[in-house]
């Protein structure tokens, strides 16, 4: 299924927050934040985590990492993976 194309800025169809242009929302599919009821979040949203991606040129994965800066000494959790392809559907 083809995305829609990002709506231009000012556009009053835009949704500031919320439905991404009707993308459905995607689990991180190594380890997942939580939320309270234990569900597994789409989303990092928080003041006290960071977030950071490495894309691997050779292998076009994306491997997405976070860690909670209020704990210094904790180790950096490896959350995400995915591996981009071209339109034809291979890596270049």
Do not use: C, W
Request: charged share 20%; glycine share 8%.
């Amino acid at each position: 299924m083809p995305r829609h194309l990002v709506p231009g800025k000012g556009d009053d169809n835009y949704v500031a927050s919320g439905d991404p242009n009707g993308l459905e929302p995607i689990i991180p599919t190594l380890a997942p934040l939580q939320d309270s009821e234990g569900k597994p979040l789409p989303f990092i949203a928080s003041n006290t985590v960071t977030v950071f991606s490495i894309l691997s040129t050779d292998t076009g994965s994306i491997d997405s990492y976070y860690f909670d800066t209020t704990q210094p000494d904790s180790r950096v959790v490896h959350f995400d993976r995915f591996t981009l392809k071209s339109r034809n559907g291979h890596l270049q």
